[in-house]
């Protein structure tokens, strides 16, 4: 099991920056692929970017591609999710999630088994 908590969040103006953090209580944290999805209200749970156990592989949604980062430390069980030149569009409550096993390249929320309860990612104008 893994209980993970995402911090970081807050009001930006676009072409700014944030990095997220997710920290994670598990007893094997390296044996989850972790991944970050967002949610506006009304829509969908949109898949943003993944991480592999070891974090050697990496995948993005396309909109975020070049923009944001992945990246975890599974020394202090975090993953962080570096967040460069946000739009309007990045907008959202953004959550991490793990699953146990290797990383899965898709975008689907049901292939995450563990979920954080989200922070909430404004950009402004």
């Known amino acids: 099991q893994a209980q993970l908590a995402e911090s970081g969040g807050g009001l930006v103006q676009a072409g700014g920056s944030l990095r997220l953090s997710c920290a994670a209580t598990a007893r094997t944290f390296s044996g989850f692929a972790i991944g970050w999805f967002r949610q506006v209200p009304g829509k969908e749970r949109e898949f943003v970017a993944a991480?592999?156990?070891?974090?050697?592989?990496?995948y993005y949604t396309d909109s975020v591609k070049g923009r944001f980062t992945i990246s975890r430390d599974n020394a202090k069980n975090t993953v962080s999710l570096l967040m460069n030149s946000l739009t309007l569009e990045d907008t959202a409550v953004y959550f991490c999630a793990a699953r146990l096993g290797p990383m899965y390249y898709g975008g689907d929320p049901a292939r995450y088994a563990y979920w954080g309860q989200g922070t909430q990612v404004t950009v402004s104008s």
């Open positions: 991480i592999s156990r070891g974090g050697i592989s990496t």
